[in-house]
């Protein structure tokens, strides 16, 4: 090892004090690969559900002043891809909300509530 690699490293041991997740290495084939121990974020997906679905529905409300326009080019489709994505982002947010109250209700996954 060369005098940049062994202050590369020493410079990754520092940051491990300041919180950084250790870091393994892992050997596949003739690759190493660096791979960090860290948990799982913890999300439910209500947020992003609610989010993209506001902004489908607000797309689909923006296109209707220029249904005349859309039928006379032939896309339309550009309306109804907007009403099938606020359409499908409701049935993502109720799928969301009850798998977040399900793993809420698990003992060892109790946590506060938003």
Known sequence: MGHREI????????????????????????????????????????????VGTITWGVIAIALLPFLGTLESDGRTWWLWTAVAGFGLGLIGIEYCRRRRNALRMQPGRRRKLD
């Open 7 to 50: 202050a590369r490293l020493e410079r990754a041991a520092r940051r491990h004090e300041f919180g950084r997740p250790d870091v393994t290495e892992l050997e596949i084939g003739r690759t190493t690969h660096r791979v960090a121990e860290v948990e799982p974020m913890d999300v439910d997906g209500v947020r992003t559900m609610t």
